[in-house]
């Protein structure tokens, strides 16, 4: 008994200290501490872009320091892991959305914001041209913001490889807009397949969902995909049910190629369990409005022409560069043998280019292209950038006390000679910032069914593991990566929502 009232003392004490946390947070966020005043006299900072990369080097850099200029066509961070779960509707989309002016609002010291995209930079005049692409636009649609220090953080864009018929006919799943798009395309797809007198061929054809693409988005989207038809569509539109069907298509031999064989041999074993049609070494060659034609490689060495009629087609092939960044690459001509972003010195500086920086997607540092190393050399930039402003700092200071030192009679010698030995030690301490050094934690992607796997770093080895216990640890650990308690609660209350009252499926 005095055990059982102790666990119950406990829980007590720690639901009361999360919900202490939580108010505080909450409060924290809705009235933040008077900003320092902006000091022309610093340097500016531009920084576009505001993704993984640049609101990791935002949320940890001294904004007291520089004069930081954020610029975006997108006014909020997207926490993209999620973004396959709004395509159904089990997570609403501003559940992974934060603002990007909270975030701003929250620093020290000030951030100006502008909503344009980068369209030029001039490296050498160092000047970035801003255009205002919204649908509401003033007078001024287009400016130069100066800088002193430029990081590109922008990203990149839906790789299609000059396939013809996939910009017109297909969906991509990189931005909150795509994700909405899907989610009416599929309510849109099963309203019109139930709709009176359809046609047996067309029904089929409207319930084919076909993704193209095995790598995480994929294999991510596909899993949702069939979760939301066995939970939601099965019981509310039983008629057409057992007509449904995913199709996943992929180029190389497996899906998942960048986790371990085991994984991927149980997600191709969960996929046949949960009826997603898997067919690999079959590369897209074409699209139309109502096709997706492909080549399939047999095992004999022949090819063979398949053609899959669809009703929503999502393509999923990885990345290519942003028209911005193959510009900057054309006119640094450092950057003439780089392929797939701006080549970067173990500093995250662009090769060639004085004062800029990039991270995340758009630079090539020899990682691959995701949030994780993104949010790391955003963080590695923001204590590079504290650093060098603490160095200028100190410099400052040494110079200060040793002309104290030669031209002021009478100030104690002795005592600012040590001053001045402390705070060369202390320069020292700073100067020495190691290069930038990817940490991997680990992959982890969800399979549908209540399943994910998870290939996790731990002690220098790897444990893959997929199940359902991997699926909680996955919910967990980017819950716990949300961008804030607000994103947190929402994407709880989603989840909780979707249980027990099912997915919203009426198509706004
Ligand atoms: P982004 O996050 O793409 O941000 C780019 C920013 O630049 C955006 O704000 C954009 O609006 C802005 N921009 C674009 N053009 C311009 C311009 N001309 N001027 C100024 N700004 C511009 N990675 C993981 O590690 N784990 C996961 O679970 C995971 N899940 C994913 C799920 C999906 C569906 C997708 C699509 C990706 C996922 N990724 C995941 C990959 C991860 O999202 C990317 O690697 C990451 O977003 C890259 O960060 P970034 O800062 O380089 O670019
Ligand atoms: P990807 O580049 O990982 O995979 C694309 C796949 O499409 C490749 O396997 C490729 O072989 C295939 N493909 C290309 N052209 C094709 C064609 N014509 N026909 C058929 N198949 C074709 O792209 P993805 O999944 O969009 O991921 C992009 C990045 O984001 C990756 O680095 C990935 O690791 C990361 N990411 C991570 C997630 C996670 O960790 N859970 C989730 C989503 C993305």
Redesign the pocket.
């Known amino acids: 008994r005095t055990t059982l009232r102790w666990v119950w003392r406990l829980t007590y004490v720690s639901v009361l200290g999360a919900f202490v946390y939580i108010g505080y947070e909450i409060y924290q966020d809705r009235n933040p501490e008077p900003q320092v005043p902006r000091d022309p006299s610093k340097k500016t900072l531009v920084i576009?872009?505001?993704?993984?990369?640049?609101?990791s080097l935002l949320k940890k850099l001294d904004t007291e320091n520089y004069n930081v200029v954020v610029?975006?066509?997108?006014n909020y961070?997207?926490f993209?892991?999620l973004?396959?779960s709004c395509t159904t509707g089990l997570i609403e989309h501003r559940s992974i959305m934060e603002p990007i002016r909270s975030i701003c609002r929250s620093k020290k010291g000030p951030v100006t914001f502008y909503e344009?995209?980068?369209?030029s930079v001039d490296v050498n005049h160092k000047i970035v041209k801003?255009r205002d692409n919204s649908d509401i636009r003033g007078v001024t649609t287009e400016t130069e913001v100066p800088y002193d220090m430029l990081v590109v953080?922008?990203?990149?864009e839906n790789a299609t490889f000059g396939i013809p018929g996939v910009r017109e006919n297909s969906c991509f799943?990189?931005?909150i807009g795509d994700a909405q798009q899907i989610r009416k395309k599929i309510m849109d797809c099963v309203e019109t397949a139930a709709f009176k007198d359809q046609p047996e061929a067309e029904i089929d054809r409207l319930l084919h969902m076909v993704v193209v693409g095995g790598g995480?988005?994929g294999v991510?989207?596909a899993g949702e995909l069939r979760d939301f038809f066995e939970d939601d569509i099965r019981k509310l539109i039983p008629d057409i049910a057992d007509r449904f069907r995913v199709t996943l298509i992929e180029a190389l031999p497996n899906v998942l190629p960048s986790f371990s064989k085991q994984l991927i041999e149980y997600t191709e074993s969960t996929f046949k369990e949960e009826e997603i049609t898997i067919h690999t070494k079959t590369m897209v060659k074409k699209v139309t409005d109502k096709t997706v034609e492909a080549e399939a490689s047999k095992p004999d060495g022949t090819k063979e022409r398949i053609v899959f009629p669809y009703g929503l087609l999502v393509w999923?092939t990885g990345n290519t560069l942003?028209?911005?960044v193959r510009d900057m690459m054309a006119s640094i001509p450092a950057q003439k043998d780089s392929r797939r972003g701006l080549a970067v010195n173990e500093y995250l500086v662009v090769q060639g280019a004085r004062d800029i920086w990039a991270?995340?997607?758009?630079?090539v540092a020899g990682y691959?292209?995701?949030?994780?190393?993104?949010?790391q050399e955003?963080t590695f930039l923001a204590r590079l950038f504290n650093n060098m402003a603490k160095t200028a700092e100190l410099e400052d200071r040494i110079q200060t006390l040793s002309s104290s030192l030669n031209l002021k009679p009478g100030v104690d010698s002795a005592s600012v000679s040590r001053e001045i030995e402390d705070t060369e030690r202390k320069l020292q301490r700073i100067k020495d910032i190691k290069p930038f050094h990817y940490s991997h934690q680990g992959?982890?992607?969800y399979i549908g069914s209540e399943k994910a796997v998870a290939d996790v770093s731990w002690f220098n080895g790897n444990v893959a593991s997929g199940g359902t216990m991997t699926y909680y640890f996955w919910r967990s650990a980017?819950l716990s990566m949300v961008f804030s308690t607000r994103n947190r609660l929402l994407v709880l209350n989603d989840w909780f929502k979707s249980k027990l009252f099912g997915r919203d499926i009426s198509r706004e």
């Open positions: 576009l872009g505001t993704g993984w990369g640049s609101v610029i975006s066509p997108r961070f997207l993209t892991p973004l396959p344009a995209e980068a369209s801003i953080g922008v990203g990149a799943l990189k931005e995480p988005t991510e989207f999923a942003r028209p911005l991270v995340g997607d758009c630079a691959a292209p995701t949030a994780q190393v993104a949010s955003g992959s982890l992607a980017y």
